[in-house]
């Protein structure tokens, strides 16, 4: 089935000097004349490890992932969301009956830009995003695409200190690899689960009913509330999107298989990455 998406730009190889990476990020905007416009950030090179940091060897610790990581995630609120999914197929947050929905999202780049799952926010009227330190501001949704399940959101930054979270490269998991989970299950922010890459290409449905390939699958345990946060390999660099699990139950808890949509499969979709100069 052929699917117009509402994002689409193309992947550029990213520039490194002096062993530093830097990496500009283009995110389409969706307009709301159904055109579309271009706004470039740039990540903060003290945030970015190389993707082929491994080469040298010494992963971090979970404490140390956590540490670095953990103040890039954040706490996502959507008010009148769609109920079309059901917390079985998505990890739809507490109190989605009462059409609310509550997730986790990470920073990328320096300037606001949050991603998330789209069926965190979907039909969503209003869309606050919880900071560290207490901090809760209101977000616009700004990007989507509905058939990756990825969302991009917007808050405005005067007066806040980000933490965005640095992109691997999830073309390099294997089976085995020590991953990390960070997010906001049943409204627990920022709670860290551990785990291993279980199985690789695996193929999970989409909001709109397309089937998502190349999914990521791990043990790393993650609940109603996880969904749109980091999965992050040993280095703190974000590999996958939490998205979605397997449930034995039916107040739908872990039961050790979760997916997570590749970092790849946002950029190719969602982000250019360019030579920064």
């Known amino acids: 089935m052929d699917c117009k998406r509402s994002l689409s730009v193309s992947p550029f190889v990213s520039g490194v000097f002096g062993g530093t990476v830097a990496v500009a990020i283009a995110v389409a905007v969706l307009a709301a004349t159904g055109g579309s416009t271009t706004k470039t950030v740039t ?58 929905s509550t997730g986790s999202g990470f920073e990328v780049g320096g300037h606001g830009t949050i991603l998330t799952n789209w069926h965190v926010v979907e ?34 930054t005067a007066g806040l200190t980000l933490h965005p979270l640095a992109p691997g490269d999830s073309s390099k998991a294997r089976v085995g690899d020590s991953v990390f989970a960070i997010g906001n299950p049943f409204g627990l922010a920022r709670t860290l689960t551990t785990g291993v890459v279980s199985a690789l290409a695996r193929e999970i449905q989409a909001p709109n009913g397309l089937t998502i390939r190349g999914v990521l699958q791990t043990d790393a345990p993650i609940n109603p509330g996880n969904s749109g946060g980091p999965l992050l390999n040993e280095y703190g660099q974000v590999i996958g999107i939490n998205s979605q699990i397997e449930t034995g139950g039916a107040r739908g808890g872990s039961v050790g298989i979760a997916f997570a949509i590749p970092i790849n499969t946002a950029i190719s979709e969602l982000i250019k990455l360019g030579r920064a100069g």
């Open 123 to 156: 039909g969503a009227s209003k869309v606050t995003v919880g900071l560290e330190h207490g901090h809760t501001v209101e977000a616009s949704i700004v990007g989507k695409d509905p058939s990756q399940d990825i969302a991009v959101l917007q808050i405005p």
């Open 43 to 100: 990540l903060d090179e003290t945030q970015v490890v190389s993707s082929n940091a491994w080469a040298y060897g010494g992963g971090l610790s979970a404490r140390q992932v956590y540490e670095r990581d953990a103040p890039g995630v954040v706490f996502v609120n959507a008010r009148g969301v769609s109920e079309s999914q059901s917390p079985a197929e998505f990890l739809r947050g507490e109190g989605g009956q009462q059409g609310t």
